[in-house]
C-alpha cells in the first residue's frame, strides 16, 4: 500500500489550501485515510479522518468546522480541504491508513491515534503565514 500527499503550499492566514492522498495497493474501497499534522518541534497529532469506504468524518476541535475532508467517487483518492488557516497550522501534513478489513469506519476518536495506522505517506509541507 502506497500514500502520496500532495496539495500543500504557502498560504496567508485566512486562506484555504485542500490536501489530496492519493492511495494505491488496496484491492478494494475498504479503508480509512486518517490525516495528521506534525509542527516543527511538536508531536505528530490526528486532525481528521475520512472513510472511502462510508464517507464517514471525524475532526478533532482544533479543525472542527474549517477542515472537512470528501473522498472522490471515482478515483483511490481522499481530500482534506482546509479553510480559514492559521499560522498555527503550519505543519508537515500527512495521511495514513490502516490495513483493510474492519478498520473503515471513521465515527470514533480512536481514528487520531497513531497506531491505528498502518501505512504512512511522505508527507506535505503545509505554511501559514501571518
Known amino acids: 500500500v502506497r500514500l502520496a500527499e500532495s496539495g500543500g503550499g504557502l498560504v496567508q492566514a485566512g486562506g484555504s489550501l485542500r490536501l489530496s492522498c492519493e492511495v494505491s495497493?488496496?484491492?478494494?474501497?475498504?479503508?480509512?485515510i486518517g490525516w495528521f499534522r506534525q509542527a516543527p518541534g511538536k508531536e505528530r497529532e490526528g486532525v481528521a479522518c475520512?472513510?472511502?469506504?462510508?464517507?464517514?468524518?471525524y475532526y478533532v476541535n482544533s479543525v472542527k468546522g474549517r477542515f472537512t475532508g470528501s473522498r472522490d467517487s471515482a478515483k483511490p483518492t481522499v481530500y482534506l480541504q482546509m479553510n480559514s488557516l492559521k499560522p498555527e497550522a503550519t505543519a508537515v501534513y500527512y495521511c495514513?491508513?490502516?490495513?483493510?478489513?474492519?478498520?473503515?469506519?471513521?465515527?470514533?476518536?480512536?481514528?487520531?491515534?497513531?497506531?491505528?495506522?498502518?501505512?504512512w505517506g511522505r508527507g506535505t509541507q503545509v505554511t501559514v503565514s501571518r
Open positions: 475520512v472513510s472511502k469506504t462510508d464517507g464517514s468524518t
Open positions: 495497493g488496496f484491492s478494494d474501497d475498504y479503508y480509512a
Open positions: 495514513a491508513a490502516p490495513r483493510s478489513g474492519p478498520y473503515y469506519d471513521c465515527s470514533t476518536s480512536i481514528v487520531t491515534q497513531e497506531g491505528w495506522y498502518d501505512y
